[in-house]
């Protein structure tokens, strides 16, 4: 008997770029004019937390300039109709931006949110788009302490949910890999997994990502355009 379906879809930073969202590693790139250390780790936290938390309110408030594309709309149709046809669906992002759950999606942010903030000391996530001064810290409603910080996995720190990304990818029966370049690990190495446990992969994007081996399809182009058509014959073909 063959398992019953299961969708898994990695996404990066291009399915975000026909928003209007820099790519990390494109030209125009989202580090540019800013060093990664100046902002993205925690040993820049510790050194200049003001300049950091500056950095991160500026882009908590950009996501209000942006809207969900196609590529966002198609991969939550494409959940609602898995899961209605009695499959299972599950969308890793490293994306740290919010349009996937606003076109609808549910979803494992493995490089964090900026659409959250956690607490430095009891670690508490809380769901934050609210309070974007960028030269005042909020303090953690969970256990009043003065500061949080940005709710996103820095350089040196450990992804989130690596063990139910881990046994979602292995029991994946088709794999789809989005708009990403495969240069940063853990997350570059799920489309092997995610072949050698037996899916169909497919790729999507612009430019050939670095780890493009193992995957069956690959489908270049924006992926505003792409993911739209391979939904529309993955539903088609039932
Ligand atoms: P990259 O900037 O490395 O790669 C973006 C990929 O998207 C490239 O392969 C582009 O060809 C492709 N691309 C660009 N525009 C596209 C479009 N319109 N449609 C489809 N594809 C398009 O971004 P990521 O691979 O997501 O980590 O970067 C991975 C991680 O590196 C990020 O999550 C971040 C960074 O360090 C952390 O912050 C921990």
Known sequence: ????????????AGVSADSGLATFRGAGGLW?????????????????????????????????EVEPNP?????????????ARGGRFTLISQNVDDLHERAGS???????????????????????????DPERFLPC?????????????????????LDEIDA??????????CGTSGNVYPAAGLLALARAWSAETFV????????????????PGPAAEVIPRLVAEWLGAG
Do not use: K
């Open 1 to 12: 008997m063959s398992p019953a379906p299961h969708i898994v879809v990695l996404t990066g």
């Open 32 to 64: 540019e004019g800013h060093r990664v250390e100046e902002v993205a780790t925690p040993e820049a936290w510790a050194a200049d937390a003001r300049l950091v938390w500056r950095f991160y309110q500026m882009r908590r408030a950009a996501l209000n």
């Open 71 to 83: 590529a966002h709309h198609a991969l939550a149709h494409l959940e609602r109709e898995t899961r």
């Open 106 to 132: 549910t979803l494992l942010h493995m490089h964090g949110s900026l659409a959250s903030l956690r607490c430095e000391a009891c670690g508490a996530h809380v769901h934050n788009l609210d309070f974007l």
């Open 141 to 161: 409603s969970a256990c009043d302490h003065h500061r949080m910080r940005p709710d996103i996995v820095w350089f040196g720190e450990m992804p989130f949910h």
């Open 168 to 177: 979602a990818v292995r029991s994946a029966t088709r794999f789809l890999s």
């Open 204 to 219: 999507n994007s612009l430019d050939e990502p670095m780890n493009l081996d193992p995957a069956d399809r690959f489908l």
